[in-house]
């Protein structure tokens, strides 16, 4: 089975040359792997060119963010599947192998698959075996800081993949993609993996990990070059926008002391001003969600709502 691969890459030549010569190394060699650089400044896109030919470069010319960067992706793949891997992370030589058995032997309703990540200096330690739904509408790298498991391990039902180690079944893809894209494009970065898992359950669809399949990653390599005040407006309005699109009205209600605090440091960063828009537009594709949810949103959430 051919499975896509999909980067994006702003400004990391050198963990993308990493990641590259990984995905060069799979023992699955079905494999088509598509970079978008986003404008790039410190050859990246040059380094593509020449190091690997066989990789299909779509060159943005400038930063679209992580979101519109995977819809740039998906939108040239091919694949049955599409695996989303963040550019900062090194997969093991059977990492595609893993995911396409999984994907092979996953039932029709599921359409999401989870790698184990691990840090990359601290190998046998969890970064995230998937993402949980908080109560307080946050989401949660699944046993981050937890030691890697020794042995084999079946895989095992999640409320859905973090985007930095996911693959998704492409017929899934088409069938929630919104109009804002099959990710949300005015995330730009961050949440827009959790909207997307939330909208697929709603609509239906189910997630395994998959924890033979498994990559080392560096945490924050991209995003640590970011302002505080930057990374306070980027993630609060985006849990606000998630909330707004996908959550039910008691869910919204019991996370208001966290959106209050939330408003607070959009206030204190400069960022006040830019609640209304977000949430006019998360609200506008709210009733886009409901056209394609097969389940209640109260259903979903009392089947995977965790605790801070």
Request: charged share 25%; proline share 5%; with cysteine.
């Amino acid at each position: 089975m051919l499975l896509s691969v999909v980067l994006v890459n702003w400004n990391s030549r050198d963990d993308l040359v990493a990641c590259l010569e990984s995905l060069r190394a799979q023992t699955h060699r079905e494999l088509e792997v598509l970079v978008v650089d986003n404008g790039s400044e410190d050859g990246s896109a040059a380094m593509v060119r020449e190091r690997f030919p066989e990789v299909t470069l779509i060159d943005a010319g400038e930063n679209l963010g992580f979101a519109e960067g995977c819809n740039r992706g998906i939108a040239a793949c091919t694949g049955p599947w599409v695996a989303l891997l963040n550019n900062d992370a090194v997969a093991d030589d059977d990492w595609a192998a893993e995911l396409v058995a999984a994907a092979e032997a996953a039932p029709a309703a599921c359409g999401m698959l989870q790698s184990l990540m691990v840090f990359y200096d601290r190998p046998d330690t969890i970064n995230s075996t998937g993402i949980e739904l908080l109560t307080n509408g946050r989401g949660r790298d699944r046993h981050e800081g937890r030691p890697r498991p020794e042995g084999e391990r079946a895989a095992e039902p999640i409320f859905c993949p973090t985007g930095g180690a996911a693959a998704y079944r492409r017929t899934m893809l088409d069938a929630i993609r919104l109009p804002s894209g099959w990710l949300d494009r005015t995330y730009f970065c961050y949440f827009e993996d959790l909207d997307l898992g939330w909208r697929a359950r709603l609509a239906g669809w189910d997630a395994l990990y998959v924890p033979r399949s498994r990559v080392r990653h560096r945490y924050h390599a991209s995003t640590s070059r970011r302002s505080r005040a930057w990374m306070v407006r980027v993630t609060r309005l985006n849990r606000m926008r998630t909330l707004a699109k996908n959550a039910s009205p008691a869910m919204a209600l019991r996370s208001l002391p966290t959106t209050l605090g939330a408003l607070a440091e959009l206030a204190w960063y400069g960022g006040l001003l830019d609640v209304p828009g977000a949430l006019r537009s998360a609200l506008a594709e709210r009733d886009s969600v409901r056209a394609i949810a097969r389940r209640e949103r109260r259903e979903v959430e009392a089947a995977w709502l965790a605790r801070p």
